[in-house]
C-alpha cells in the first residue's frame, strides 16, 4: 500500500482511526496464538520493522546472508512473496518472475535457496524438507509467534521520514511500538545518529541489544547528468531523498503504487521519455528493477537503459552478531 499522507502528523482522523489500530492489533495477535507451533529443524532468523512498508529489512536480511554465507554457513530464506501469484510452496528459480514469486524474494533468492508460500509455514516446512540448512531467514514473520525456534531482529531505519507512532490504519505502527520493542531478541540501528533523539532514548531504556549499522550506497554511472528515477516502493520519498544525498539531480520523478507490477504499457512510456538520453540515465531501485522481465520488457531493452541506486547494510559489529544468533542463543 501507499504510505498515506495524513500518517505525516496527528490529526483529526488520526484520532478517529486509532481505536481501529488497537482492535487490529488484538485481532493479529489472537491469530497468531491460535496457530499451532512449529518447530523448524534450522533456526529462523526473523528480521522485521515497527512499521507496514519501507523499513529497511530487505536489506538487513541480505547483510546476514552474506554473513552467513562467508561463515559458510548453508542457508535458505522464505516469504509469503507478497503481490506473486504463487500460493503453494515453490523454490525460486531462474524462470520466475516477480509476478509469480514477488520482488524482494527474487532479491534474496540471488544469494541463497528461497522458498515462497503464501503461508509461511508451508515455505518453512518447504525448507526443511528440502535440505538440512544452518539457518533459515525471514524476511519478516517477527510477530509470528507459531515459529518456536526463532531469533527476532528488529530494524529501525534512520532513513525514513518521522513517523506520528500511531497503529495501523492511523499510522505506520503494525502494533503498539511497546510490544514490537519488547518481542526483539536483537536491535538493528541502521544510521543511528539520523532516528529521532525520542526514540533511541526509549530503545535504550527496554535494555535490548543494539547493534549499529550503516547504510552504503552503490550506483553504476554517477556521471552527474541528470535522471530520469521512477519507483514503485511503499516510501518513494526516501529514494528520491535519497538522490538528493548523493547529489544526484533528476529532471523528472515518476511514482508508481507500492510493489508495482509494471505493464508493457509502462515500459513502453518509460522507453519514450527516455528516448533520446544516454544509457543509464533512468534510474530506479533494486526492487522496482526485479519487477521488470521477459513479460513487460520482452527485449531487454528498458532493463539494458537503467541504472540502479543499490542500497547495502554494512553492520558493524558482525561478530557480536554471531554470537548472539548462534544455535545455543535460539535455544
Not at 83 to 97: A, E, L, M, Y
Not at 208 to 226: G, V
Amino acid at each position: 500500500m501507499r504510505r498515506p499522507k495524513f500518517w505525516n502528523n496527528i490529526s483529526l482522523l488520526v484520532h478517529i482511526l486509532t481505536p481501529i489500530g488497537l482492535i487490529y492489533n488484538f485481532i493479529s495477535k489472537q491469530r497468531y496464538k491460535l496457530q499451532k507451533p512449529y518447530l523448524s529443524k534450522a533456526p529462523v532468523i526473523c528480521v522485521g520493522s515497527p512499521i507496514i512498508g519501507g523499513g529497511g529489512k530487505t536489506p538487513v536480511v541480505i547483510a546476514i546472508q552474506k554473513l552467513l554465507l562467508k561463515r559458510n554457513k548453508k542457508i535458505s530464506a522464505i516469504s509469503i512473496g507478497y503481490r506473486g501469484t504463487i500460493n503453494d510452496p515453490v523454490i525460486i528459480n531462474k524462470n520466475h518472475t516477480s509476478l509469480e514469486v514477488g520482488d524482494e524474494p527474487l532479491l534474496l533468492s540471488q544469494n541463497s535457496d528461497t522458498f515462497v508460500s503464501k503461508k509461511r509455514k508451508d515455505a518453512l516446512v518447504a525448507a526443511n524438507s528440502y535440505k538440512d540448512y544452518d539457518y533459515i531467514l525471514s524476511d519478516d514473520g517477527y510477530r509470528d509467534s507459531s515459529i518456536k525456534n526463532k531469533i527476532n531482529i528488529l530494524v529501525i531505519d534512520g532513513n525514513i521520514r518521522p513517523i506520528n507512532l500511531k497503529q495501523f490504519p492511523a499510522g505506520d505502527l503494525l502494533g503498539s511500538l511497546d510490544f514490537v520493542l519488547n518481542i526483539a531478541d536483537i536491535l538493528i540501528l541502521v544510521d543511528e545518529e539520523k532516528i529521532e533523539k525520542k526514540l533511541i532514548k526509549k530503545i535504550r531504556n527496554t535494555k535490548k541489544n543494539c547493534l549499529t549499522a550503516k547504510t552504503e550506497y552503490l550506483i553504476r554511472s554517477n556521471d552527474n547528468s541528470k535522471k530520469i528515477a521512477f519507483t514503485g516502493i511503499g516510501m518513494p520519498e526516501k529514494f528520491f531523498s535519497t538522490l538528493k544525498k548523493l547529489n544526484i539531480k533528476t529532471f523528472k520523478n515518476l511514482t508508481y503504487p507500492n510493489h508495482y507490477q509494471y505493464k508493457t504499457k509502462d515500459v513502453k512510456y518509460l522507453l519514450e521519455i527516455a528516448n533520446g538520453h544516454e544509457i543509464f540515465r533512468l534510474l530506479t531501485t533494486s526492487k522496482d528493477f526485479m519487477r521488470l522481465n521477459e513479460v513487460n520488457d520482452p527485449n531487454g531493452q528498458l532493463r539494458e537503459m537503467i541504472d540502479i541506486v543499490d542500497i547495502s547494510i554494512e553492520i558493524d559489529s558482525t561478530e557480536e552478531l554471531m554470537r548472539n544468533i548462534s544455535p545455543a542463543s535460539i535455544g
